[in-house]
């Protein structure tokens, strides 16, 4: 197999992706080309793209982005930095009327806090984090998690983490906290679905 073609890049990551191992392992079956996640994963989502106001296809940075933090290891404090910059500016655009002003150094403070969860999720002891256990000989969805295999971050950690106290959390932040997890939750599962159209 030429290992070369996005399409195969995009399969492989996609396979890793669903077997819910460490992304900072490397790539099964390499050996010979010792092709690592991190190089598969950057070839796989050069090939994600989105529609420039004047039809040209630009390279979707949000989303590429991401996937190169959430499942390639790109973790340096740049690639943080980069990160961040897109996804504010993806949120500056979408931000309710209600709350604005929009204030830059709030929403980098929300979603660091959201990559941060992405990055270590709080994993549901009672499956594992599989979200499936065993009852009578087959896999059932476990019902305390919703078959999730993890939890949100609570009310107390997050107001914590923000420094405000709960009252102030639930008050101002958990709206805007949400709707920035929704943006990215959005982001990450659309550019899987580009990842998939490159098959
Ligand atoms: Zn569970």
């Keep these: 197999m030429d290992r070369s073609e996005p399409g195969d890049q995009a399969r492989l990551l996609l396979a890793r992706m669903t077997t819910k191992t460490s992304a900072m392992e490397p ?117 305390p998690c919703r078959g999730l295999g993890k939890y949100p971050w609570g009310t107390r950690r997050l107001a914590e983490l923000y420094q405000v106290s709960r009252k102030t959390w639930k008050k101002k932040y958990r709206s805007r906290h949400q709707f920035l997890m929704n943006l990215v939750n959005d982001l990450e599962s659309g550019a899987l679905r580009d990842l998939r159209e490159q098959l």
């Excluded at 296809?57 to 943080?80: C, V």
């Excluded at 993806?90 to 806090?113: F, H, N, Q």
């Design 27 to 143: 790539a099964i079956g390499s050996g010979r080309t010792g092709l690592t996640i991190q190089s598969m994963v950057a070839g796989a989502v050069s090939g994600i793209r989105r529609q420039g106001p004047k039809g040209q296809w630009l390279p979707d940075l949000s989303k590429q982005r991401l996937l190169l933090y959430l499942w390639a290891g790109h973790t340096s404090e740049r690639d943080r930095d980069r990160l961040l910059s897109s996804l504010i500016c993806e949120a500056a655009g979408l931000w309710p009327d209600v709350w604005r002003p929009v204030e830059p150094g709030s929403m980098r403070k929300l979603l660091t806090l959201i990559i941060d969860e992405k990055m270590n999720p709080t994993i549901c002891r009672g499956c594992s984090g599989k979200g499936q256990v065993l009852y009578r000989g087959e896999w059932v969805i476990h019902g």
